[in-house]
């Protein structure tokens, strides 16, 4: 049988390779970078859970690794979504931020039980999923400001940047002015992983395909022969123990059932109410910034069929819920892979099957270290800011709105802070210069809806979120 009949050529009419401008070498490569700037997910999301999940009976290493498999489930089943109803290169799993806000405010801090809060989890998921059916999701995201749109992609570029130099151990907290250089000399970490980025960087300069993925797997493998040859003590280049996987997670699936008696209404709408707001704008702004990184954005700045996407994590959050794990969201290292030339459902169908195969390869998985995976966010985050040059900085409007987005971002490590700043001060601005006219009613609205959201949270309504 020839190659234009085959399974490649089934594969490339069923994703739209050729209209995509790509081919299944390109989708898997793309896939496999995505995969494993996010892997650090299977071990970071159930270190944060279980510091507020404790089932009885079972240890807290046991139900870390319940929630790990739970992580590794939640994200699979919203990839597939993603991967054969949106047919987008864009990865999902349990979203960084919220899984505190689960774990230290809702659980510790407000001492709601952590069943419920994943009854709250799952309330969110199905509101999301009947928003995202009707398009009422999109409708709010379209009515974005343009400087908003085209300012979110170096936003993230900024905040990846910022969360690869902190975890590569180069950039360090300081009381004074909050961040400094560390002293990257006396530094094994900073300097394994600064001589892997500039690995990537010359890679990547000279066009090497799969530049990310070796600098990652070159940097890994530099830290475990330095730990084998005994230069370092192990624990401090590669990871101290390499857990096993747990496949019993019957303690933790379904446990958000129990969540649903004997709550206090007020305190569950509120912790429902923040649930989604915070991940309804943090994934609207990753999936505007990667989608305008990849070049999927039309001429007004929106993403055509966005509800298919935004359907996604929809249906990763209700399961995630379902199984034991807080919000699933879109991640911003999708940008990664589509850096690596990702443009179809396949390249996420490929980030799916790697979660997969991690259920049996946590170990391995978890023999990469963060600082290696990491490397790959401060690449990409730079390549991002290539998205200043779409923004009309002689426009006041467009200066304050978009300045406000790309930089509050990194500043606070959200990126719903970033578009808050952006939409609130937007209809603000366009007003001051005499051109309120141009203001959508809905953007009003959204601004003032940002207003409530952050006087609710900042007010100290929600116990100091």
């Not at 530049?211 to 022969?225: D, E, M, P, S, V």
């Not at 978009?402 to 937007?426: C, E, F, K, Q, R």
């Amino acid at each position: 049988m020839s190659s234009a009949s085959g399974p490649k050529s089934k594969i490339g009419g069923y994703f739209g390779f050729e209209e995509a401008g790509t081919d299944l070498r390109t989708e898997l490569i793309a896939g496999t970078t995505t995969f494993l700037t996010m892997a650090y997910i299977i071990v970071v999301n159930p270190a944060i859970l279980s510091e507020a999940i404790q089932i009885e009976g079972y240890t807290q290493g046991e139900v870390y690794q319940m929630i790990a498999i739970a992580t590794i489930l939640a994200s699979i089943a919203a990839i597939l979504v993603m991967a054969f109803h949106a047919n987008r290169p864009f990865g999902l799993a349990p979203g960084m931020g919220l899984n505190a806000y689960f774990a230290f405010t809702v659980v510790i801090l407000l001492g709601v039980p952590w069943q419920t809060a994943l009854a709250a989890v799952f309330v969110e998921g199905v509101i999301f999923v009947l928003l995202t059916a009707v398009g009422a999701r999109r409708y709010v995201i379209e009515l974005f400001p343009e400087p908003v749109k085209f300012a979110v992609g170096a936003g993230i570029g900024l905040f990846l940047l910022l969360l690869g130099l902190i975890e590569m151990n180069v950039i360090v907290a300081y009381e004074a002015t909050l961040v400094q250089l560390n002293d990257v000399a006396a530094d094994p970490v900073a300097l394994v992983a600064l001589a892997g980025l500039a690995l990537t960087f010359v890679l990547y300069a000279r066009g090497t395909t799969g530049a990310i993925i070796i600098g990652i797997l070159t940097t890994a493998a530099a830290g475990w022969a330095l730990t084998l040859a005994g230069v370092v003590e192990r624990g401090v280049l590669t990871p101290a123990e390499l857990p096993s996987a747990q496949y019993d997670i019957t303690p933790l699936a379904g446990a958000f059932v129990d969540g649903f008696y004997g709550i206090d209404p007020v305190t569950f709408v509120l912790v429902v109410f923040t649930f989604f707001f915070v991940d309804f704008f943090d994934t609207a702004g990753t999936l505007i910034g990667v989608s305008q990184f990849g070049g999927f954005l039309d001429e007004e700045g929106n993403l055509p069929e966005m509800e298919k996407p935004l359907m996604a994590d929809a249906v990763g959050t209700t399961v995630g819920a379902m199984v034991g794990t807080s919000t699933v969201t879109t991640f911003i290292e999708s940008s990664t892979g589509i850096e690596e030339g990702g443009r179809t459902g396949m390249t996420a169908l490929t980030v799916g099957v790697l979660f997969a195969l991690s259920l049996v390869f946590v170990p391995v998985i978890a023999a990469i270290p963060d600082y290696a995976s990491y490397l790959a966010l401060v690449v990409v985050g730079i390549i991002m800011l290539q998205g200043v040059s779409d923004i009309d900085w002689d426009h006041p409007a467009w200066l304050i709105s978009g300045g406000l987005t790309i930089t509050v971002m990194p500043l606070t490590a959200s990126i719903a802070d970033g578009l808050a700043a952006g939409i609130v001060s937007y209809p603000v601005i366009k007003a001051a210069v005499g051109e309120g006219d141009d203001v959508h009613p809905g953007q009003w609205l959204l601004a003032a809806a940002f207003v409530v959201y952050y006087y609710v949270s900042a007010g100290g309504v929600l116990g100091g979120t």
